[in-house]
């Protein structure tokens, strides 16, 4: 299983950037995909999930209204479509997976995990 991120770079304050997660070795169409993030001295957070069966979305507050997570199953990825970024979304971005279809917000509940793009935020 392969999950490799994608689009990460450097964003001034207000701007845009979207993150790719592309995925191989399991069936895309039954993996429900998530973002985290973790920032320098600080621990792996949740950014947002979004399920297989509905692709009923999930958001941590802090990104509630300025991320919006997506998928196509005829790409087999995964996208998070950051807008009105702020220095303190700075972090590495990391895509996951898991089996079940609940756009779960813990990441003990996913099974695989990518390396990760790093995205900064200037002010």
């Known amino acids: 299983v392969q999950l490799q991120a994608s689009g990460g770079g450097l964003a001034q304050a207000g701007g845009s950037l979207r993150l790719s997660c592309a995925v191989s070795g399991r069936t895309f169409r039954f993996s429900t995909m998530g973002w985290f993030r973790q920032a320098p001295g600080k621990e792996r957070v949740f950014v947002a999930a979004i399920s297989w069966r509905d692709s009923t979305p999930s958001y941590a507050e802090a990104v509630k209204g300025r991320f919006i997570i997506s998928r196509d199953n005829a790409k087999n990825t995964a996208y998070l479509q950051m807008n009105s970024v702020k220095p303190e979304d700075t972090a590495v971005y990391f895509c996951?997976?898991?089996?079940?279809?609940?756009?779960?917000?813990?990441?003990?509940?996913?099974?695989?995990w990518g390396r990760g793009t790093l995205v900064t935020v200037s002010s």
């Open positions: 996951a997976a898991k089996s079940g279809a609940s756009p779960d917000s813990s990441g003990s509940f996913y099974a695989d």
